[in-house]
């Protein structure tokens, strides 16, 4: 990836085969990719880890990850594997072929029963996440999303929330969004319920579908959202009384009033050829560790997560994804000064055999007899505040004394430090 956030490899890890730009946001490019091996298509979402981490977006992708290996919907886009670099993250994901929903009704506008449709689609989606604890906060055109079937799926959870966000008062108090989506209470800067949030966002776009435009809009942002605080709109003419009795309880710009998704399951136009769909118990199985009912997933950075994921190989992280037989690599939270530290014990419990050079701060060399023959090379490149990563280089002769001493005395001592 260069300066402009532009992935420069066609091929992926010998895996996926890039082709072309779906879409950009503000910290990621999407790209549709072909899987070498299986043929399918994916979406991949590039980012730079570089302003991952200079930006404060660890947490979002810690978040992004965790909740969307957790959620398993036909109207959610999945995640199927992370993958990483030194300087890149990767997000495959299950492949939307149709395109965004919104871009279908640019310039005019949907019939109730396929507006009815994809809002059934959207309410189900959504039903899924709220029974799990899992507020989108971000549901929009841009997000929504449709199969080679026109099929909604929902993506993005970047902004998501989860019910251990929710502080004493029981509200959420992050603010974000998008402008024409954002509820009038996010507005207030007092703290909102992240499901009556997502709905209200989900009136947003349903009339949207059945109108064609915005209920709420406005050249100048403050008085878009001075309209979207008062919570007046009209609905188009040809809206029938029913959709827009429904519009309404959606619009409502009073939180504690404003319809809930079981309500809209039960109102007279939304029911009309609605199927549940039953999502199995195993839907729950995702991320290890990840405490469904406690939402313990913080103690995980977003290494560890990436870390988890199959196909992704830890140890090349900081390098290209093909390791040599001579390096090895791990993560720690020590830090470098007592990993060199220890270091410097096992060479010296050698009794003279082995010394340890160093050519800068955290960067060592193990040497062995007169001629200062290289037995080990040890880096230590910092990864976060709290995390490095250690790589160990052998010596050209890799099978003499370099491998001896890495596996049977300095692999064991820095284990405690792993």
Not at 326 to 332: A, H, L, N, P
């Amino acid at each position: 990836m260069d300066d402009h956030g532009n992935v420069r490899e066609k091929i992926l890890f010998g895996k996926y085969e890039l082709g072309k730009l779906l879409g950009q946001g503000a910290s990621a490019k999407v790209y549709h990719a072909r899987n070498l091996r299986t043929g399918q298509s994916v979406a991949i979402k590039a980012m730079s880890l570089r302003n991952v981490l200079e930006g404060g977006r660890t947490e979002h992708v810690k978040r992004e990850v965790s909740i969307m290996r957790r959620l398993h919907h036909p109207h959610i886009v999945r995640i199927l594997e992370v993958l990483a670099t030194k300087t890149k993250i990767y997000f495959v994901l299950e492949f939307a072929k149709g395109g965004e929903l919104l871009t279908k009704v640019k310039g005019r506008r949907f019939s109730e029963d396929i507006s009815r449709r994809y809002f059934q689609q959207l309410i189900s989606a959504l039903g899924y996440c709220h029974s799990r604890g899992v507020f989108h906060r971000d549901l929009k055109g841009e997000n929504l999303l449709l199969d080679e079937n026109l099929n909604l799926k929902v993506t993005d959870f970047g902004l998501s929330a989860v019910t251990a966000q929710i502080q004493p008062d029981g509200l959420l108090h992050t603010l974000c969004g998008t402008p024409a989506y954002l509820a009038p209470e996010i507005l207030a800067n007092k703290g909102y319920d992240g499901a009556k949030v997502d709905i209200w966002s989900c009136g947003i776009i349903l009339y949207a579908l059945n109108a064609g435009y915005f209920p709420f809009s406005d050249r100048n942002i403050m008085m878009l959202y001075r309209k979207i605080f008062k919570g007046e709109f009209r609905c188009p003419e040809w809206t029938s009384p029913e959709l827009k009795r429904l519009l309404h309880c959606l619009l409502d710009s009073n939180p504690k009033t404003r319809i809930t998704l079981d309500q809209i399951i039960d109102d007279p136009w939304f029911k009309i050829g609605y199927r549940h769909i039953q999502t199995s118990s195993d839907d729950l199985s995702g991320l290890e560790g990840y405490d469904d009912n406690n939402e313990q997933y913080d103690f995980l950075n977003a290494f560890d997560i990436i870390s988890l994921s199959h196909g992704l190989d830890l140890s090349c992280l900081i390098e290209s994804a093909d390791c040599s037989v001579g390096v090895e690599r791990f993560v720690s939270a020590e830090s470098p000064e007592r990993i060199v530290g220890r270091i410097e014990e096992v060479a010296e419990a050698e009794e003279g055999r082995m010394t340890v050079v160093r050519k800068k701060d955290f960067a060592v060399q193990v040497v062995q007899g007169p001629n200062g023959d290289i037995v080990l090379t040890v880096d230590i490149h910092r990864l976060t505040d709290e995390q490095v990563i250690v790589e160990i280089r052998r010596g050209e002769n890799e099978n003499g004394p370099s491998l001896e001493l890495w596996k049977d005395k300095l692999r064991t001592q820095l284990q405690t430090l792993v």
